[in-house]
Every structure is written in structure tokens, then in C-alpha cells.
């Protein structure tokens, strides 16, 4: 399996101070720091578009997992991979043209992610897995934060490593959606390498501290 990696979710930060915030996370070991992109079609929140994102890379040296939850997200992986995001993930059902949305990501010097949601069967993806670098499994259903995991999502997981192992491949597998102490173990032994946390890691005074609470109950 991939390394394994912490993602810290800058949609449960405040967003009036993003340099700082994200001077935090710099601050711990994670290493991506995973951007939630929405236009308000797709799901029903709003939150960053491009211009942010370049604002932010201002700020900070990680990587930028930029997660886009928008209609046609091909339109804008120029404006994405100018602004400095490192992976760029969308969602099969936001586009007629998958195939050609992750070739254009790669084109654009981005890593490519597609995403499960809770309610997308694993072989809606199955035809992409040798055009990705990664593979979002969301563990809650897409567009808010601070909601409650939920398990059934784990076959999701097992199912797509399992895809993974057979056919050779070596993509990552990131989960996104109520992970904390509790829920990112279970994650790891699906076959997550990958970890989105949001509320559980803002919601602590000391996030470098939060951090290691992960990375301990990843573990055991």
C-alpha cells in the first residue's frame, strides 16, 4: 500500500484566516491540505473557486488536494492548475466526459481523482481506475461538513483496492467524511491510505496535537 497520508479539510477552518490557518497546519506533519470546491449546482453549499486557491498557495507549501464538487469540472482545470492545486478530483456524475476531464487534469501537470459518492455504485468508476492517481470513497454524502460517517462506505473501500490490487495498479485511496479517532482505522484496514479530516482536527486548540491522535489510532 501508498504511504499513508493525513489531509486536513480547510472547509471546517475559519475562513477569515486562512493564512494562519493554514500556518497551522504547516505546522503539524500532515500532508496535503485537501480544498473543497462547490458551485452551488452540483451541491447545494458555495465555498472557493480558483482565485482562493491561489491566495492560499501563497501560504503554504503542501499539497493541494483540491476536491471539485461543480457541474463540468473540465472548464476549469487551467484555471485550478495555474492557482498551484497539486490533485485535482471530480465526480463521474458532474460530467458527460469523464475520460476526457482526467486526461486533461494529467495534461495540465495535476494528479486526476474521481470520487464515489455514498449512493454511486463502485462500477460507475471501474472504467476510469487507469486514468486516476487517486480514488475518493466520500464516507458521508457530499457538500457539508460535520457529518456523521457512515460504515457502508467501507465495502466501497475494499471493493476499489481490491480493483487495484488485481489490475496492477497503484493509485491512492482517500476517504472523506467523519473521520476521527474512532472511524480512521477501520478506513485503513478497507484499504484507505488517504484521510480527509475536517471538524475533528479544527475543532481542537492544538491541531498538530489532533493530528498525532490520528496518526496514533491509525496504529492501533
Known sequence: MSSLKIAPSILAADYACFAAELARIEKTDAEYVHIDIMDGQFVPNISFGADVVASMRKHSKLVFDCHLMVVNPERYVEAFAQAGA??????????????????????????????????????????????????????????????AFIPDCLEKVAAIAKMRDERGL???????????????????????????????????????????????ALNG
Open 86 to 147: 497539486d490533485i485535482m478530483t471530480i465526480h463521474v456524475e458532474s460530467t458527460l466526459h469523464s475520460h476526457g476531464a482526467l486526461q486533461k487534469i494529467r495534461a495540465a501537470g495535476m494528479k486526476a481523482g474521481v470520487v464515489i459518492n455514498p449512493g454511486t455504485p463502485v462500477s460507475a468508476v471501474e472504467p476510469l481506475l487507469s486514468l486516476v492517481d487517486q480514488v475518493l470513497i466520500m464516507t458521508v454524502n457530499p457538500g457539508f461538513g460535520g457529518q
Open 170 to 216: 497503484s493509485f491512492d485511496i482517500e476517504v472523506d467524511g467523519g473521520v476521527d479517532d474512532k472511524t480512521i482505522r477501520a478506513c485503513y484496514q478497507a484499504g484507505a491510505n488517504v484521510f480527509v479530516a475536517g471538524s475533528y482536527l479544527f475543532k481542537a486548540a492544538d491541531l498538530a496535537a489532533q493530528v498525532q491522535t490520528l496518526r496514533t
